[in-house]
């Protein structure tokens, strides 16, 4: 196991909140887990690579939309538990709702609104469902 | 209860993870965690208001350094289990290590490096311990 894997304060379910932040925009993108594996395969192949508590499983970000980030840095917090990516967003997708990003809704009189358009359909990202 | 804050989706420990974002900069400065009790402070004081996982506390950030943060706008992400405040960082030092932020270790070639400088010593920010 490498050392700086080791160094990550990672959670009682052996996992760490990654921040995707755009380089060339800075905006924040989303906020997903990642464990061991998914550091280590990030860092291997320069792609985004999440750990889905969901679904349990690897999830290689793009692996259905096509919308993979590559890995520009990774940075690591003071006390260990928070990795912040630097990424180029393929597409200019990061969202499964078809938005430039996950953090779409912004908190306005009270409500949770939606301040960013959808620039894709999702099911032209992920084909129709049956 | 206010129904914004019911459509977070707060984890098993009514906790949910709040990056602060430097409104002016982009730059990401620091991940930690709100509950209710927090995000409501944080909406009516205007000042962001964290819960101390540590110190099992809420945290009004800057209440030891004087380094607050002013939270200009909240946002969501699409399944609402992380939030993203947009701050003025007062003092430009989000980080009790004295530096801006707390995102300031890279990985390089297999290291965690300390790419950002100390800006303000510890011990002039929260006095000497006895």
């Known amino acids: 196991m490498s050392a700086w894997l080791e160094e990550v304060a990672w959670n009682e379910e052996g996992l760490v909140p990654a921040i995707a932040q755009e380089v ?3 905006q924040v993108l989303m906020l997903a887990w990642m464990n061991r594996e998914a550091l280590e395969t990030t860092l291997q192949s320069g792609h985004a690579v999440y750990w889905s508590r969901s679904r349990q499983r690897l999830w290689h970000k793009g692996e259905q939309s096509g ?3 590559v890995v520009k840095a990774i940075h690591l917090d003071c ?3 928070a990795v912040l990516l630097l990424v180029e967003q393929k597409g200019d997708i990061a969202c499964h709702t078809g938005r430039h990003r996950c953090f779409f809704k912004r908190l306005e009189k009270g409500n949770w609104t939606s301040v960013e358009p959808v620039l894709k ?3 032209s990202i992920y084909g129709k469902s049956g």
């Open 24 to 26: 060339h925009t800075g």
């Open 67 to 69: 919308h993979e980030q």
């Open 79 to 81: 006390d260990h538990d």
């Open 121 to 123: 359909h999702p099911n």
